[in-house]
Nanobody, 123 residues
Framework: QVQLVQSGGGLVQVGGSLRVSCAAS????????MGWFRQAPGKQREFVSA????????YYADSVKGRFTISRDKAKNTVYLQMNSLKPEDTAVYYC????????????????WGQGTQVTVSS
Protein backbone atom coordinates (compact mmCIF):
# COMPACT_ATOMS: atom_id res chain seq x y z
CA GLN A 1 0.00 0.00 0.00
CA VAL A 2 1.60 3.22 -1.18
CA GLN A 3 1.28 6.14 1.20
CA LEU A 4 2.26 9.74 0.55
CA VAL A 5 2.51 12.03 3.56
CA GLN A 6 3.03 15.71 2.94
CA SER A 7 4.58 18.37 5.15
CA GLY A 8 5.64 21.96 4.84
CA GLY A 9 3.79 24.79 3.20
CA GLY A 10 2.16 27.64 5.10
CA LEU A 11 1.91 31.39 4.77
CA VAL A 12 4.54 33.56 3.12
CA GLN A 13 4.77 37.06 1.67
CA VAL A 14 5.18 37.81 -1.99
CA GLY A 15 8.70 37.02 -3.12
CA GLY A 16 9.30 34.61 -0.28
CA SER A 17 10.15 30.92 -0.31
CA LEU A 18 8.60 27.73 0.98
CA ARG A 19 9.33 24.05 0.67
CA VAL A 20 6.82 21.22 0.66
CA SER A 21 7.84 17.63 1.21
CA CYS A 22 6.25 14.31 0.33
CA ALA A 23 7.40 11.21 2.18
CA ALA A 24 6.55 8.04 0.29
CA SER A 25 6.26 4.57 1.76
CA UNK A 26 4.90 1.15 0.97
CA UNK A 27 7.24 -0.03 -1.74
CA UNK A 28 10.25 0.92 -3.81
CA UNK A 29 9.59 3.66 -6.32
CA UNK A 30 11.89 2.78 -9.18
CA UNK A 31 9.98 3.44 -12.38
CA UNK A 32 7.53 5.80 -10.72
CA UNK A 33 6.89 9.41 -11.61
CA MET A 34 6.32 11.67 -8.63
CA GLY A 35 4.35 14.82 -9.31
CA TRP A 36 3.19 17.97 -7.64
CA PHE A 37 -0.18 19.46 -8.44
CA ARG A 38 -2.09 22.40 -7.04
CA GLN A 39 -5.67 23.44 -6.79
CA ALA A 40 -6.88 26.95 -6.07
CA PRO A 41 -10.46 27.65 -4.92
CA GLY A 42 -12.88 27.35 -7.81
CA LYS A 43 -10.22 26.05 -10.19
CA GLN A 44 -9.24 22.67 -11.54
CA ARG A 45 -6.28 20.80 -10.20
CA GLU A 46 -3.26 21.65 -12.33
CA PHE A 47 0.15 20.17 -12.96
CA VAL A 48 3.07 21.96 -11.32
CA SER A 49 6.10 19.71 -11.57
CA ALA A 50 7.20 16.09 -11.78
CA UNK A 51 10.29 13.98 -11.42
CA UNK A 52 11.01 10.50 -12.68
CA UNK A 53 12.23 8.58 -9.68
CA UNK A 54 14.81 6.43 -11.44
CA UNK A 55 16.57 8.85 -13.76
CA UNK A 56 15.75 12.11 -12.06
CA UNK A 57 14.35 13.83 -15.16
CA UNK A 58 12.33 16.86 -14.13
CA TYR A 59 9.37 18.66 -15.66
CA TYR A 60 7.72 21.99 -14.87
CA ALA A 61 4.65 23.96 -15.77
CA ASP A 62 5.54 27.17 -17.61
CA SER A 63 4.07 29.21 -14.77
CA VAL A 64 6.66 27.95 -12.26
CA LYS A 65 9.75 27.42 -14.42
CA GLY A 66 12.76 29.18 -12.99
CA ARG A 67 11.08 29.62 -9.60
CA PHE A 68 10.27 26.10 -8.41
CA THR A 69 12.63 23.16 -8.10
CA ILE A 70 11.60 19.55 -7.66
CA SER A 71 14.01 17.02 -6.22
CA ARG A 72 14.01 13.63 -4.60
CA ASP A 73 16.06 11.96 -1.90
CA LYS A 74 16.13 8.25 -2.63
CA ALA A 75 17.53 7.35 0.78
CA LYS A 76 14.62 9.08 2.49
CA ASN A 77 12.01 8.17 -0.13
CA THR A 78 11.04 11.82 -0.13
CA VAL A 79 10.21 14.30 -2.86
CA TYR A 80 10.59 18.02 -2.35
CA LEU A 81 9.22 21.08 -4.06
CA GLN A 82 11.27 24.19 -3.34
CA MET A 83 9.25 27.28 -4.21
CA ASN A 84 11.02 30.62 -4.58
CA SER A 85 9.88 34.06 -5.70
CA LEU A 86 6.35 33.17 -4.72
CA LYS A 87 3.44 35.11 -6.18
CA PRO A 88 -0.16 35.51 -5.00
CA GLU A 89 -1.28 33.31 -7.90
CA ASP A 90 0.73 30.44 -6.40
CA THR A 91 -1.76 30.30 -3.54
CA ALA A 92 -3.40 26.87 -3.58
CA VAL A 93 -3.56 23.49 -1.93
CA TYR A 94 -0.57 21.54 -3.14
CA TYR A 95 -0.73 17.78 -3.64
CA CYS A 96 1.97 15.25 -4.30
CA UNK A 97 1.11 12.22 -6.37
CA UNK A 98 2.70 9.04 -7.68
CA UNK A 99 2.25 7.22 -10.98
CA UNK A 100 3.57 3.64 -11.03
CA UNK A 101 4.02 3.79 -14.81
CA UNK A 102 6.35 6.78 -14.73
CA UNK A 103 4.11 9.06 -16.77
CA UNK A 104 4.14 12.82 -16.47
CA UNK A 105 0.99 14.77 -17.12
CA UNK A 106 -2.63 15.09 -16.12
CA UNK A 107 -3.89 14.29 -12.63
CA UNK A 108 -5.90 11.26 -13.78
CA UNK A 109 -2.64 9.43 -14.54
CA UNK A 110 -1.63 9.35 -10.90
CA UNK A 111 -2.85 6.50 -8.73
CA UNK A 112 -1.69 7.70 -5.34
CA TRP A 113 -2.13 11.08 -3.67
CA GLY A 114 -0.96 12.90 -0.61
CA GLN A 115 -3.34 14.65 1.74
CA GLY A 116 -2.65 18.14 0.43
CA THR A 117 -1.03 21.12 2.08
CA GLN A 118 -2.01 24.77 1.94
CA VAL A 119 0.35 27.35 0.49
CA THR A 120 -0.77 30.95 0.86
CA VAL A 121 1.14 33.89 -0.61
CA SER A 122 0.08 37.24 0.78
CA SER A 123 0.61 40.52 -1.03
Amino acid sequence: QVQLVQSGGGLVQVGGSLRVSCAASGRTFEGYAMGWFRQAPGKQREFVSAIVWSGGNTYYADSVKGRFTISRDKAKNTVYLQMNSLKPEDTAVYYCAADPLGRVGAPYLYAYWGQGTQVTVSS
